[in-house]
C-alpha cells in the first residue's frame, strides 16, 4: 500500500512539475522578447522541473521522524473556561 502511494505521488509529482515547467517556459519565452529582443528560455526545463516533482513529492509526505519530530507535532492546548460558581 506504501509503494502504491509512493508511485502515485511521484506521478502527481511529475505531472505538477510538467505543467509548472510548461507554464514557466512560455512566461519566460513572453517576457524575454521585449526585454532582450530574442527568445529567451532554459532548454528541457519542463522535464527538468517534472523529474525534480516526480522526487519530491513522496519526500515531503513522509511523516516526521528522528530526534525532533516530537517538536514538530502540533498539539492542542486544552479549552479553558472560566469556573462557574
Known amino acids: 500500500m506504501r509503494a502504491a502511494r509512493a508511485g502515485v505521488l511521484a506521478f502527481a ?3 505538477a512539475g510538467l ?3 510548461l507554464l514557466l517556459a512560455s512566461v519566460l519565452s513572453v ?3 521585449p ?3 530574442r527568445a529567451v528560455g532554459i532548454r528541457f526545463l519542463e522535464l527538468y522541473l517534472a ?3 516526480a522526487i519530491a ?3 515531503l509526505d513522509r511523516q516526521p521522524r528522528g530526534r525532533g519530530a516530537s517538536r514538530r ?3 492542542d492546548p486544552a ?3 472560566p469556573a462557574e460558581d
Open 13 to 15: 509529482g511529475a505531472l
Open 19 to 21: 505543467v509548472i515547467g
Open 31 to 33: 517576457a524575454g522578447v
Open 35 to 37: 526585454l532582450l529582443h
Open 51 to 53: 523529474a525534480a516533482g
Open 57 to 59: 513529492a513522496p519526500l
Open 73 to 75: 507535532r502540533v498539539t
Open 79 to 81: 479549552p479553558t473556561s
